[in-house]
């Protein structure tokens, strides 16, 4: 069946530092690719998406590119900030199924 | 605006006894899902439902039903709680159709801790 693997957390990096969270799927059509975002105590928020291949989703500085050769979909920010703290899940949709399969989560902390 | 909650945002019981989760939107979705969250496993599908009177299990339904009487509500009820659905349980919703594109509008979730 359809899965996404994330890479292993917790990942803690100073204010200001190159954020990469790898996110790699397997999926048997041609899913559309998220990633999520969990704020402590809150339920999860749509960071990004994108639907076909070498898409590139963009919010908050956040961006990630739908890379169908290496069936990836890597989160990335030049800069991060301490208010980017958060639990951070990618996940696939595919295509007829309206069901979403997510990662197991990677926590992100950032220390001024 | 519309929102999607959950109620009650925290629930203690005790093995054995039946519990009732209530998920409820104001988006007018047609589709909406219950997932738990447990450490190392992400979220995992429970049950979803893509209209009235529609329901469907997921990857861990067992112990778990639902039902879809209208647009607005899908009820989750743990049958017989067990200490292995101490979790966090979080409702979604999404419009029809998208082709799997349709984001997704998650609940703050619920706090379920069974004794």
């Known amino acids: 069946g359809d899965s996404v693997t994330q890479m292993e957390g917790p990942v803690t990096l100073s204010e200001e530092a190159f954020l990469t969270i790898n996110c790699t799927y397997t999926a048997t059509g041609y899913p559309s690719l998220f990633w999520y975002v969990q704020y402590p105590g809150e339920g999860l928020q749509l960071l990004l998406k994108a639907t076909k291949a070498d898409d590139k989703g963009s919010n908050k500085g956040f961006e990630a590119t739908y890379r169908k050769e290496t069936t990836s979909f890597h989160l990335e920010k030049g800069s991060v900030q301490v208010s980017d703290s958060a639990v951070y899940f990618c996940?696939?949709?595919?295509?007829?199924?309206?069901?979403?399969?997510f990662g197991q989560g990677t926590r992100l902390t950032i220390n001024p | 605006d519309a929102e999607i909650t959950q109620s009650p945002r925290h629930k203690i019981t005790e093995t054995g006894r039946q519990v009732t989760l209530a998920c409820h939107q104001t988006w007018n979705h047609n589709n909406m899902f219950w997932y738990r969250q447990d450490l190392g496993h992400g979220l995992r599908l429970i049950h979803y439902s893509y209209g009235v009177h529609d329901t469907n299990k997921g990857e861990v339904s067992d112990g778990y039903s639902v039902s879809r009487s209208n647009t607005e509500d899908l009820p989750l009820t743990l049958e017989s709680a067990a200490s292995s659905q101490t979790s966090v349980y979080f409702c979604a919703s999404s419009t029809r159709g998208g082709g799997g594109t349709a984001s997704r509008f998650f609940g703050p979730g619920t706090r379920l801790t069974v004794l």
């Open positions: 996940a696939l949709s595919d295509q007829g199924a309206q069901k979403l399969v």
